[in-house]
Nanobody, 128 residues
Framework: QVQLVESGGGLVQAGGSLRLSCAAS????????MGWFRQAPGKERAFVAT????????YYADSVKGRFTISRDNAKNTVYLQMNSLKPEDTAVYYC?????????????????????WGQGTQVTVSS
């Protein structure tokens, strides 16, 4: 069993920054890929970013590339999403997730179906 708890969401003006955190507990965190997804009102959940077990491999959605950075601190069992140059279209509930199969440990995954545990989400609202 894995528990994931996101934090760091809030209200920010366009052009501003936020850093989301996702704290993991319950299983060995540093063996697995992690991902961030988001769900805007009336839309399906969408991929944002993923990274491998050691952070050496990362992938981003085209919509956030160059603005968002995913990272992890395995000593703290935490993954981060640094979000800069925020836009109103970034408004969504942001979820972190982990794949505990190990299949994607070295690459991460862009598919929500490859993740087994999810956090409860944190709201990010960007005003124009």
């Amino acid at each position: 069993q894995v528990q994931l708890v996101e934090s760091g969401g809030g209200l920010v003006q366009a052009g501003g920054s936020l850093r989301l955190s996702c704290a993991a507990s319950g299983r060995t965190f540093d063996r697995y890929a992690m991902g961030w997804f988001r769900q805007a009102p009336g839309k399906e959940r969408a991929f944002v970013a993923t990274l491998s077990w050691n952070g050496g491999s990362t992938y981003y959605a085209d919509s956030v590339k160059g603005r968002f950075t995913i990272s992890r601190d395995n000593a703290k069992n935490t993954v981060y999403l640094q979000m800069n140059s925020l836009k109103p279209e970034d408004t969504a509930v942001y979820y972190c997730a982990t794949d505990t199969s190990g299949w994607y440990a070295n690459s991460g995954s862009r598919s929500e179906y490859d993740y087994h545990y999810w956090g409860q989400g944190t709201q990010v609202t960007v005003s124009s």
